[in-house]
């Protein structure tokens, strides 16, 4: 009954849409054309204002109540110098706001208006009155802080700077702060996406999206010569988003200022005065203007229109949603086209930086790339290492080398971490990497973009995409002064962009795309077909995001050559001895006196290709060895085990531990480490303990890769089932061959694999990245 009620109301504008979706589009590229060809684009003159005084403008609108309520701890606020005044900009209200302000508080310049201009003109006219460079902009229901101002006006350190946003707090403590001035930004599915972050770490001004309208600093010569909040927007809502968009735009600068506090009711006057549905249809209807007004890029533009007439289809069908337009948005907007076409030719006449540039620089990392002075050559880096998995304790051969990874360069560098766990249990055990790190943030495992049907974002990739991520990687780029940026993963690789002087690094711990084809031989048909569409989104998705990097870090030379057959121009950049190490003294080294015809198997079962191998060698190696050896036992250590009774036991000879805190027992004590994977790409950290300890090792080429080649002869390697066994009785029956093979997999690792090495290399790497990107004299 509710579809078929909208179904029914919305009739008519359904019939319309289609001519909305097309003259709107038409008209807006017609004046697209007709500016390229007759307007030109104002060069801004920038200068820095004089804040040794503010102006307060108050715009009123049957505020008296709430005039009388907080005007005067303002009053009190701005008293130390004289120069500052208050202005209250009345809106033609009818609760004797305006003789009521002009007796009470004499001190106030009252400039009452015979009708009510909105919010935006009576903003304007405020901003035209005033008498000071800065003019602070508060709603009537806003209450400040006594020490709320010079904050403000400390923000404004250069003449980029256009405005500086308070600290924002409701009067009810327990209520959720939606509301807190530190906004940020970004495009989506066509429409401008914006919210409010509650952070209490960001303790100094930082880049937001726009200053809040009600609660904000603003340089009035700037404000002016943008033309003020627009008419089009009228009554009320995303003026002030609106001025900070044309402002980053003019490449000008917006910050929040978490030592200016204010408190707000929120929506003291409209919540009053306008039914919830009509102020629902306004920011519809604006959120559309403010895209045909400010999104010039051909192709966002296009998206915009498209997207919104598909929403608002949506919204009848499935009812309203602010995710997306509606049809009487869309209408009302049309309705206004002649005034937005017109604030679309003003906007891109003063537009000197492009949408996506825009989008960037209101972002603490990108902000910090384009106007922060940044060192090429620091006494000491300072460092930000992400990783998508727990680094403590290291549950898999990632984890091992981004743990022993993080202690090195802890050494070396001040090192700042951003990790993501399961569960808050996880935590405490990084308490251990306290000694080599500056900070250390966690979140909690993220519920990531929602499954799309037909996506072209490979789902390792979009499991972990999530706002809060990428907002914790700009604060902590931007709080800690970073220089360089090391992720660990493809699936984070999301996270980079175009910055010019930060320096990015990429770790492949293994080339997604190639694991994907491996393991498709193993998969049942119709996983298969699954499978191999997630190859093809990943080889799309990777091929694109590795030339976003500085340098990228593989594990091994063949991977970056297999790379390298995809990507050509990306091998110059490409590093691949900077990361797949240990720390080799931490293994004591024991070739000898180890328990006979013990088989040794390691491995976190999270992960597919040692479910694979696992299952592989139980059913084709491990008969052909008892055959020949009885006696022989396999020892699997892995946390997520497969349940024991899903696997066969070989009266006793499979013993299933699960996690093992220690390690460094089994591989003291076993005879031969067994490595048998079939799928996945890059180094096996299990390979290289083994090398370390002095357990030798039989392993697949696939297992072997980066370590086998090149006349090695560190592991013996073997790829059938029997030569697999036949590899390891050998070292049962020859235990002087498997020492020597012992030997020499320890010497290679003490040369090329150790941590510490590697580590002072990849410190080096990050100096010379930061050189390179370094901007030179004229």
Not at 269 to 298: A, E, M, P, R
Not at 652 to 681: H, K, N, W, Y
Request: glycine residues 8%; charged residues 20%.
């Amino acid at each position: 009954m509710a579809l078929l009620a909208r179904l029914l109301r919305n009739f008519p504008l359904l019939v319309l849409s289609p001519f909305i979706w097309t003259l709107s589009a038409l008209l807006i590229t017609l004046s697209d054309i007709a500016f390229r060809l007759f307007g030109r684009t104002r060069p801004p003159s920038d200068s820095m204002p004089d804040t040794s005084a503010a102006s307060v403008v108050i715009p009123n609108w049957n505020g008296r109540d709430l005039l009388e309520k907080y005007l005067p701890p303002l009053i009190d606020g701005m008293s130390g110098n004289p120069r500052n005044e208050i202005i209250v900009v009345d809106n033609g209200s009818t609760d004797g706001s305006a003789d009521f302000v002009r007796t009470t508080f004499p001190s106030v310049r009252l400039i009452a208006l015979p009708e009510n201009l909105g919010f935006g003109g009576g903003s304007n006219r405020g901003f035209e009155e005033a008498a000071n460079d800065i003019v602070v902009l508060l709603n009537s229901d806003m209450r400040v802080d006594r020490n709320f101002l010079h904050p403000l006006l400390d923000a404004f350190t250069d003449e980029k700077v256009f405005a500086v946003s308070s600290q924002i707090f409701f009067s009810d403590p327990a209520r959720k702060r939606e509301e807190t001035g530190l906004t940020q930004a970004w495009w989506s599915a066509g429409f401008l996406r914006v919210r409010h972050v509650e952070d209490d770490q960001v303790n100094e001004p930082f880049p937001c999206f726009y200053p809040g309208g009600g609660s904000s600093a603003i340089d009035r010569r700037k404000f002016l010569s943008l033309g003020g909040f627009d008419h089009l927007l009228r009554p009320f809502y995303l003026e002030d988003t609106d001025i900070g968009y044309m402002a980053w735009k003019r490449g000008w600068k917006v910050y929040y200022q978490p030592a200016s506090k204010v408190w707000h009711e929120h929506r003291g006057t409209i919540g009053k005065k306008f039914s919830q549905s009509y102020i629902d249809g306004v920011l519809y209807k604006n959120l559309i203007l403010f895209c045909w007004k400010n999104i010039h890029s051909f192709a966002a533009i296009y998206s915009h229109l498209l997207n919104s007439w598909i929403g608002a289809i949506l919204s009848v069908l499935a009812g309203h949603s602010m995710e997306r337009a509606t049809l009487g948005g869309q209408w009302r907007a049309l309705l206004q086209i002649p005034g937005a076409l017109c604030s679309r030719w003003h906007a891109r006449a003063l537009a000197v930086v492009d949408d996506k540039e825009a989008f960037r620089r209101s972002l603490a990392g990108y902000h910090r790339d384009r106007f922060h002075p940044i060192e090429s050559n620091p006494d000491r880096l300072n460092v930000l290492f992400i990783s998508p998995y727990p680094i403590s304790p290291p549950l898999h051969g990632g984890g091992v080398f981004m743990n022993q990874t993080v202690r090195q360069l802890g050494r070396l560098t001040n090192l700042h971490l951003v990790v993501l766990v399961d569960s808050p249990n996880e935590i405490p055990a990084h308490d251990e990497l306290e000694p080599f790190t500056k900070t250390q943030e966690f979140l909690v495992r993220l519920e990531g973009l929602p499954a799309q049907l037909g996506s072209i974002q490979p789902f390792a990739v979009r499991e972990f995409a999530n706002k809060d991520l990428e907002w914790l990687i700009h604060r902590q780029i931007y709080l800690h002064r970073i220089h360089a940026v090391q992720v660990e993963y493809t699936n984070m690789g999301q996270y980079a962009g175009p910055y010019r002087r930060l320096a990015w690094f990429l770790f492949e711990h293994d080339i997604y795309f190639q694991s994907i084809s491996r393991g498709l031989a193993s998969m049942k048909p119709l996983a298969r077909i699954k499978g191999s569409f997630e190859y093809l989104r990943a080889l799309r998705y990777e091929l694109n995001l590795l030339p976003a990097f500085d340098r990228v870090q593989t594990c091994t030379q063949e991977n970056k050559d297999y790379l390298a057959s995809f990507l050509p121009a990306l091998a110059p950049l490409i590093d691949p001895h900077l990361r797949a190490g240990i720390d080799v003294s931490g293994y004591d080294f024991a070739p000898e006196g180890r328990t006979p015809r013990t088989m040794l198997f390691l491995g976190s079962f999270r992960h597919e290709p040692n479910r694979v191998a696992l299952n592989w060698f139980l059913k084709q190696v491990m008969p052909r060895i008892l055959a020949s050896a009885p006696d022989a036992r396999l020892i699997v250590i892995g946390s997520d085990p497969p349940p024991a009774h899903t696997l066969p036991d070989f009266g006793g000879a499979l013993e299933m531990q699960g996690f093992v805190a220690d390690i460094m027992t089994p591989l003291r004590e076993c005879a031969v480490f067994v490595c048998p994977i079939l799928a996945g790409s890059g180094i096996r950290v299990k390979l290289l303990e083994a090398f370390a300890t002095g357990i030798p090792a039989v392993s697949t080429s696939v297992g072997a890769e980066g370590l086998a080649g090149n006349g090695l002869h560190i592991c013996t390697v073997a790829d059938s089932p029997q030569a697999f066994a036949d590899g390891i009785l050998r070292l049962f029956d020859h235990p002087d061959e498997a020492t020597a093979l012992a030997r020499r997999a320890r010497a290679y690792v003490e040369q090329h694999r150790d941590m510490a090495r590697i580590t002072a290399s990849l410190e080096l790497s990050y100096r010379a990245t930061l050189s390179a990107k370094a901007p030179r004299p004229s």
